[in-house]
């Protein structure tokens, strides 16, 4: 089966750290770039972060310098991001894309939340 399956998420305190997972599955191992995107309410969706499986990043300028995308393997993606603001809360949502075209997928997508 073609999934993302998402992980972590949550509530976090301002000033706090976040780390979202996500593991492809039922796709191959063929060059691709993963990452995250988020939404919040009465929002578009926008880009956070990617990374190719060569090790390219692509960072929005509001988490640059205050997370960190990696990837284990072709089928993994993990985002760190540290000094939370509530302007980050939104729902978060993985993506795979296959470089050569033919697979396009998103996640469910994770709520983060970050109050006091």
Same mark, same amino acid.
């Given at each position: ?91 978060? %949502?993985?993506? %795979? ?20």
């Amino acid at each position: 089966q073609v999934q993302l399956v998402e992980s972590g998420g949550g509530l976090v305190q301002p000033g706090g750290s976040l780390r979202l997972s996500c593991e492809a599955s039922g796709v191959s191992t063929s060059p691709n770039v993963m990452g995250w995107y988020r939404q919040a309410p009465g929002k578009q969706r926008e880009l956070v972060a990617t990374q190719t499986t060569g090790g390219i990043t692509n960072y929005a300028d509001s988490v640059k310098g205050r997370s960190t995308i990696s990837r284990d393997g072709a089928k993994m993606v993990r985002l760190q991001i540290n000094n939370l603001k509530p302007e980050d809360t939104a729902v978060y %949502f993985c993506t %795979f894309r296959r470089l050569l075209g033919g697979v396009d997928l998103w996640g469910q997508g994770t709520q983060v939340t970050v109050s006091s």
